[in-house]
């Protein structure tokens, strides 16, 4: 079976651009979760949707959005980017959504901003 | 004061010891307890998932978490080289959702 898949794997951007980030969730899951890795924060919760709706969302500005598609698929999306969101986006799918529910980790897109 | 602290190493010990890794937490509200590995350029995996207080063992893993002292390790048994990667406790209040609390990690070496 194939695991979760992020594209692209590395980006680089320059301040005030947007970005668009891409998961593919393991077949059959419905759920989809996306963290930002950074060394001094760690891994952060970035926002879960199951079924297309989001169901958490993390303490990050509203510049930071994403959705779910009918097949699974989710994006995120990042607005005016920042320095400080240089970072590594992992995507994470799981067959139902809550706790209890494995969690399977994409290798993650690296994003450079500049 | 970070919600979850880790020590962050690295821990170095000698194939075949006995590891332990630690995370505190502050929020007395967290039920659901994690310990993900995360090798070098890959996600990071689950290894142990515990609710509550108390025990559990998987193969050369132990979880313990001790929630009067805001406290849980997880144990290594037998280490072995291929266990070299950072480790990751996550927590959670709820089980809805997958909106977890990650310690910072602890990158562990184990030499050969």
């Known amino acids: 079976k194939a695991g979760v898949t992020q594209t692209p794997r590395y980006l680089i951007k320059t301040r005030g651009q947007q970005v668009t980030l891409s998961c593919s969730p393991i077949?059959?899951?419905?759920?989809v979760s996306w963290y930002q890795q950074t060394p001094g924060q760690g891994l952060q919760f970035l926002f879960e949707?199951?079924?297309?709706?989001?169901?958490n969302k993390g303490n990050f500005p509203g510049r930071f959005s994403g959705r779910q598609f009918s097949n699974s698929r989710s994006e995120m999306n990042v607005s005016t980017l920042e320095l400080g969101d240089s970072a590594l986006y992992l995507c994470?799918?799981?067959?139902?959504?809550?706790?209890?529910?494995?969690?399977?980790f994409g290798p993650g897109t690296r994003l450079t901003v500049l | 004061q970070k919600e979850v602290e880790q020590d962050p190493g690295p821990l170095s010990v000698p194939e075949g010891a006995i590891v332990s890794l630690n995370c505190t937490y502050s929020?007395?509200?967290?039920?659901?307890f994690m310990w993900y590995r995360q090798y070098s350029r890959k996600g990071p995996e689950l290894l142990m998932y515990?609710?509550?207080?108390g025990n559990k063992e998987d193969g050369r893993f132990t979880a313990q978490v001790d929630k009067s002292s805001k406290y849980i390790s997880l144990f290594i048994r037998d280490s072995q080289p291929s266990d070299s990667a950072t480790y990751l406790c996550?927590?959670?209040?709820?089980?809805?959702?997958?909106?977890?609390?990650f310690g910072p990690g602890t990158r562990l070496s184990v030499l050969p």
């Open positions: 994470a799918s799981s067959l139902l959504a809550g706790v209890g529910n494995e969690q399977f």
């Open positions: 077949s059959g899951h419905r759920s």
């Open positions: 949707y199951f079924s297309e709706t989001q169901r």
């Open positions: 929020n007395s509200a967290f039920q659901y």
């Open positions: 515990t609710y509550s207080s």
């Open positions: 996550a927590m959670s209040e709820t089980n809805y959702g997958q909106n977890f609390v």
